[in-house]
T-cell receptor, first 114, second 117 residues
């Protein structure tokens, strides 16, 4: 069974469109994250939720809106897509908030904005 | 502020040769340090982590890393690499990043390890 899954795996869309990426974890973890990996492989956190509550919100355009309907799911909605949004987006989860907790990553969603 | 620097963007080595991937961090407080590996077209997987105690930590596939507080380094080593070790390797440090005492991972720029036959 996949621990952290994301859909879709690939997403190709036009500028200006709105799209969503879904993430689910079956590990029973309390904390979930969204990361963005750019074309140079640099990985940066965007958001984190703990028990459905937003706890980390990095400097991200407000076109990006995360939503956590329950502890096992964290979705990412992006409005008015721009060329610079092209990247690989990773979802991750961890048991809790502690710095020592291992984060488990999903396989990623490659977003291409044309 | 805590940040992470991986000194080599690419490291090519021959199969069965030893390898060292370098990582330095900046922090004025105690840290948790991690190495994650990303195989082609996959997500990241934890390789090993340092929390406290013994400064030498090992992974199940032969990698090890040594926490050196005086040099603020956490270099990753393997005495003999295999073709299957070809991947991107990320060093990361945990730092406080949000409300409720939330911790976040700050990653280095990554090192691409390429194993040649």
């Amino acid at each position: 069974d996949t621990a952290v899954s994301q859909t879709p795996k690939y997403l190709v869309t036009q500028m200006g469109n709105d799209k969503s990426i879904k993430c689910e974890q079956n590990l029973g973890h309390d904390t979930m994250y969204w990361y963005k990996q750019d074309s140079k492989k640099f990985l940066k956190i965007m958001f984190s939720y703990n028990n459905k509550e937003l706890i980390i919100n990095e400097t991200v355009p407000n076109r990006f809106s995360p939503k956590s309907p329950d502890k096992a799911h964290l979705n990412l909605h992006i409005n008015s897509l721009e060329l610079g949004d092209s990247a690989v987006y990773f979802c991750a989860s961890s048991q809790g908030l502690a710095g020592a907790d291992t984060q488990y990553f999903g396989p990623g969603t490659r977003l291409t904005v044309l | 502020a805590q940040s992470v620097t991986q000194l080599d963007s690419q490291v090519p080595v021959f199969e069965e040769a030893p390898v060292e991937l370098r990582c330095n961090y900046s922090s004025s407080v105690s840290v948790y340090l991690f190495w994650y590996v990303q195989y082609p077209n996959q997500g990241l997987q934890l390789l090993l982590k340092y929390l406290s105690g013994s400064t030498l930590v090992e992974s199940i596939n032969g990698f090890e890393a040594e926490f050196n507080k005086s040099q603020t380094s956490f270099h990753l080593r393997k005495p003999s690499v295999h073709i299957s070790d070809t991947a991107e390797y990320f060093c990361a440090v945990s730092r406080r990043g949000g409300i409720q005492g939330a911790q976040k991972l700050v990653f280095g720029q990554g090192t691409r390890l390429t194993i040649n036959p």
